[in-house]
Structure formats: C-alpha cells, structure tokens
Nanobody, 124 residues
Framework: VQLQASGGGLVQAGGSLRLSCAIS????????MGWFRQAPGKEREFVAG????????????YADSVKDRFTTSRDNAKKSTVYLQMNSMKPEDTAVHYCAAGSTLSRAGDMNYWGKGTQVTVSS
C-alpha cells in the first residue's frame, strides 16, 4: 500500500485548506484511514479518522482540537482518495500532516501504512 498526501501550504488564520490522500496498492475499502500531524518539538497527534464496517457503515472521528472545524471524507466514486477539509484554521494547526491506513483506526498511531507528510502552515 502506498499513500501520498498533498494539498498542504501556507494559509492565514481563519482560512481553509483541503488535504488529499491518494491510496494505491491494495483494496482501499478494507482499510480505516487516519490523519495525524506533528508540529516542531511536539509528539505526533491524532487529528481525524474514518472507518467503515458492513454493519455500521462509515464513521468519522476527530480530535477535540479540530472538532467542528475539520471534516474527513472518502471519495466513494474513486474509492482511492481520502480528504481532510480544514476550515477556520488556527496557527496551532501548523504541522506536518500525515495520512495513514490500517486494519483498525488507532488514535495512538498504530497504523499499518504511512504516507509522506505535507506541510501545513497557518500564519497569524
């Protein structure tokens, strides 16, 4: 499985960015997807995640710090892309953002596959 995150950049506080994560190599639908970030001098942290099961459908999860500002979704048509829409961004959102895939979503970051990160910088 290969993951490639893109869409990072520089944005002013209050602005928006959308990150994309393209997945290739295995059956996309079998994996839960997570977004994580790491700011300089800080530990990596969970941002958002999306999972799917035959009995409960699609579920999304968010860190308290981004709830009501960020939205993660998957492209059902392409079935190979996951998005993170980031609105009302704050300087504390500045970090390298990563997407990851796993058999089960782990907020602790215990995911099977990781993509290279994309830098997000929010200016005040």
């Amino acid at each position: 499985v290969q993951l490639q995150a893109s869409g990072g950049g520089l944005v002013q506080a209050g602005g928006s960015l959308r990150l994309s994560c393209a997945i290739s190599g295995r059956t996309f639908v079998n994996y839960d997807m997570g977004w994580f970030r790491q700011a300089p001098g800080k530990e990596r942290e969970f941002v958002a995640g999306i999972s799917w099961s035959s009995w409960s459908g699609t579920s999304t999860y968010y860190a308290d710090s981004v709830k009501d500002r960020f939205t993660t979704s998957r492209d059902n048509a392409k079935k190979s892309t996951v998005y993170l829409q980031m609105n009302s961004m704050k300087p504390e959102d500045t970090a390298v953002h990563y997407c990851a895939a796993g058999s089960t979503l782990s907020r602790a970051g215990d995911m099977n596959y990781w993509g290279k990160g994309t830098q997000v910088t929010v200016s005040s």
